[in-house]
């Protein structure tokens, strides 16, 4: 993890052509009930601290908490799941950990809160929607229509959606499994005037991104003079919540998307990455795999012909066998 400086932030919005899709309105498939987690004796008590806030349905807003945000919709319901289980499992204090979940607008909420606490009956979490005229009017139609779906850009209004009391958050996208503490992700240093840490590649070539026309813009191509242009995946983020706040980068980003929509974006990046390829772990220790990309675990898995790191994920599936009939 590195973590960004604050400019420029266009990069962010490179990055959210990167992500992957939603879809679908109803729920089809039928979850296991995770077992209940407990915290150790050293977790610190919530609630106990000064700042110390309700939010809107009665939780704490405690910064002691680990508040997590994830978007959620009937078609990855599967993923949310398995990242929901995998982070409350390798966490030493999973009763601290809040859950912020970011649903479209027109999805059915109830229906969406009643699954994830039939599986999950202990958890700490709240649904906030989201509507997608926000954003829908900024996606750029050559853009590949996976990824027009409005709810992949909730991410960057988090910091309009989620209570104002919140100072960080992880946001975590549903394609991806923990296999440490959150807390260590959670608690990562933002200093000198950092909005947020997450995964940054320097190596993209960015010629590619925009037209000629872009690059012939003294004002447009500038952004990019003197600096070494990186993106970083947006699938895992530590956001300070109010320095972008005070930062404004919600309307920042909102220009790079009016700019790369109406004008200026040549294509979309890369279409299917790794389609039909199944990625290596790189060496070291691995704190947190990320399925990012349009090959999914549940789906070869389903398919018969899984990657060998799709056995990784497998025990965090909590989907049960259409043949199962236990309530
Ligand atoms: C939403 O889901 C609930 C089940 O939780 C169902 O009773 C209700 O009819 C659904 N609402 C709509 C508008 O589909
Ligand atoms: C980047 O790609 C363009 C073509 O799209 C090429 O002309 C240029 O040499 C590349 N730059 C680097 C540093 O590879």
């Given at each position: 993890m590195k973590k960004i400086p604050?400019?420029?932030?266009f990069s962010f919005l490179i990055t959210l052509i990167v992500i992957f899709s939603h879809g679908a309105t109803s729920i089809s498939q039928q979850f296991r009930e995770a077992p209940q987690f407990y915290n150790a004796p050293t977790c610190p008590k919530l609630?106990?601290?000064?700042a110390a806030q309700l939010v809107p349905d009665g939780q704490i807003c405690s910064s002691e908490a680990v508040h997590v945000a994830m978007t959620l919709d009937a078609a990855y319901l599967r993923g949310s799941m398995a990242a929901i289980l995998s982070t409350l499992q390798h966490t030493?204090?999973?009763?601290n950990v809040f859950f912020h979940f970011v649903a479209s607008a027109s999805a059915n909420a109830s229906l969406l809160s009643s699954t994830v606490a039939a599986s999950f009956p202990y958890l700490s979490f709240q649904i906030y929607p989201f509507r997608d005229s926000a954003v829908a009017w900024l996606?750029?139609?050559?853009?590949?229509?996976?990824?027009?779906?409005?709810?992949?850009?909730a991410r960057s209004y988090l910091a309009d959606l989620?209570?104002?009391?919140?100072r960080r958050v992880v946001y975590l996208d549903s394609d991806l499994i923990l296999l440490d503490d959150i807390s260590k992700l959670a608690d990562i240093p933002l200093t000198g005037g950092k909005v947020l840490a997450a995964p940054e590649y320097?190596?993209?070539?960015?010629?590619?991104?925009?037209t000629p026309t872009f690059w012939s813009s003294p004002s447009l191509s500038?952004?990019?003079?003197?600096r070494k242009p990186c993106y970083f995946n947006t699938g895992v983020m530590v956001i300070d919540l109010e320095k972008w706040r005070g930062g404004g980068y919600t309307a920042r980003i909102e220009e790079w998307m009016e700019v790369q929509n109406h004008?200026?974006?040549?294509?979309?990046?890369?279409?299917?990455?790794?389609?039909g390829l199944c990625r290596e772990l790189h060496p070291g220790p691995v704190s947190l795999l990320h399925w990012s990309g349009k090959g999914k675990p549940w789906a070869r898995l389903d398919a018969g012909?899984?990657?060998?790191?799709d056995a990784l994920w497998a025990p965090y599936d909590l989907l049960k066998p259409p043949y199962s009939f236990d309530s």
């Open positions: 604050t400019p420029p932030l609630g106990q601290e000064e030493s204090c999973p009763q996606i750029s139609t050559s853009i590949r229509s996976a990824l027009d779906c409005p709810l992949n850009y989620l209570p104002l009391c919140l320097c190596n993209a070539n960015f010629t590619s991104y925009f500038l952004t990019f003079a003197n004008r200026w974006n040549q294509h979309g990046l890369g279409g299917d990455n790794f389609r012909c899984p990657c060998p790191l």
